[in-house]
């Protein structure tokens, strides 16, 4: 269970290094994402993640943020994070059980591009829990947050950055 939530942690740092605008490489990188990079790699990167860079460590599960993978890993940048009551972070920082679950809720199992993601009606999380999918007008939302950039390419998974904390309920 703890290689699980570990590996799930790692997810969501991948896709959160990876915030650019649609269409755009992460920071740091020129044209495409560089695949040799791992989620971690890619999340320091991208500088938009220092929120749930903090938080995964926080959660304990830094150390195997660079695991085998694939995952999948709905990322929210730090503009996300700042939409969040802080009454709430705060709350996830002294809770690391209720922190690693919803951490772990931005993470699948396997590599989902977009194009499988759109096709589902929602994704199993690591954290147990599905997350809803649905696409509307011509963009992605994932349990109620919008997809803004797809498919960036980690050597362990696949990150979409998303412009909203997803808590599970």
């Not at 690391?96 to 589902?120: D, E, I, Q």
Request: hydrophobic fraction near 45%; avoid cysteine.
């Amino acid at each position: 269970m703890q290689r699980i939530l570990t590996i799930g942690l790692a997810l969501v740092v991948v896709l959160a290094g990876s915030a650019a605008p649609t269409g755009a490489a992460p920071a740091g990188n020129s044209g495409q994402a560089d695949t040799d990079s791992n989620i971690v790699e890619t999340a320091v990167a991208a500088g938009k993640f220092k929120t749930l860079t903090a938080l995964v460590k926080k959660a304990g599960l830094a150390g195997t943020l660079q695991g085998k993978g694939p995952f999948t890993v709905f990322a929210p940048t730090d503009a996300a994070f700042a939409k969040v009551p802080k009454a709430t972070l705060t709350a996830l920082g002294k809770d690391k059980a209720k922190l690693r679950s919803v951490l772990l809720y931005h993470v699948a199992k396997g590599k989902l591009t977009a194009n499988k993601v759109v096709k589902r009606e929602s994704v199993k999380t690591l954290n147990g829990k599905r997350v809803a999918i649905r696409v509307r007008n011509g963009k992605v939302f994932v349990g109620g947050a919008r997809v803004t950039t797809p498919d960036v390419a980690a050597s362990n998974g696949v990150i979409h950055v998303i412009n909203k904390v997803l808590i599970p309920r």
